[in-house]
């Protein structure tokens, strides 16, 4: 079965951390994005990763306080998330793809998780 199952969402107060993780099984891809989604807005990008070799990149507004990782054995990719604000509140989402460019892009992914709700309180 084909799927990306996302976990470790919840409620944190703001100055605290949460870390993601995104487990793919049953298919090879090239990167792993993340993105998110507040109430009433458009999906944005987070940050990637390319799953060979270890390029990461970031939206520059999240640089220094997000990092990405992965563990190849696992097939499973974190989004370290730390320094919460409350503006960090929305769906989480992680991605995959066949492409290794246009990261930051919606389109560059083909299979997405389900999601998980981070909200970050003042």
């Known amino acids: 079965q084909v799927e990306l199952v996302e976990s470790g969402g919840g409620l944190v107060q703001a100055g605290g951390s949460l870390r993601l993780s995104c487990a793919a099984s049953?298919?090879?891809?090239?990167?792993m994005g993340w993105f998110r989604q507040a109430p009433g807005k458009e999906r944005e990008f987070v940050g990637a990763i390319r799953w060979s070799g270890y390029s990461t990149y970031y939206a520059d507004s999240l640089k220094g306080r997000f990092t990405i990782s992965r563990d190849n054995a696992k097939n499973t990719g974190y989004l370290q998330m730390n320094s919460l604000k409350p503006e960090d509140t929305a769906v989480y989402y992680c991605a995959v793809g066949s492409r290794w460019n246009l990261l930051p892009h919606l389109q560059t992914y083909d299979l997405w998780g389900q999601g998980t709700q981070v909200t970050v309180s003042s």
């Open positions: 049953g298919r090879t891809f090239s990167a």
